[in-house]
């Protein structure tokens, strides 16, 4: 099995910047690519962006492009979301999440708890 927990998240400016991390562990040499999603207040969950093993990483929302930035220690088995020029709207739960090998890398297999962002105006 893997867990994953998230870390970083709070209260922040609208302008400002914060470093979500998430850390896997557990079976983690049974892990692939790992993303970033997030659930804004009333809204359904929105999917930011992954990153491969040898992070390569794509983003899914162009409202994050350019601001965003996720990045990956193998070394750590931690994924980062780097989140600059925050905005209100970006208010939301965080969660990563992580694909598995094989068969199981079609589908986000393992979930964080979430961490909370706030950015106020």
């Known amino acids: 099995q893997v867990q994953l927990a998230e870390s970083g998240g709070g209260s922040v400016q609208a302008g400002g910047s914060l470093r979500l991390s998430c850390a896997a562990s557990?079976?983690?040499?049974?892990?692939?690519?790992m993303g970033w999603f997030r659930r804004a207040p009333g809204k359904e969950r929105e999917f930011i962006g992954d990153i491969t093993l040898s992070g390569s990483a794509t983003y899914g929302t162009d409202s994050v492009k350019g601001r965003f930035t996720i990045s990956r220690d193998n070394a750590k088995n931690t994924v980062y979301l780097q989140m600059n020029s925050l905005k209100p709207d970006d208010t939301a739960v965080y969660y990563c999440a992580a694909r598995g090998i094989g068969t199981f890398a079609l589908t986000w297999r393992y979930w964080g708890q979430g961490t909370s962002v706030t950015v106020s105006s």
């Open positions: 557990g079976a983690t040499y049974s892990l692939s690519a």
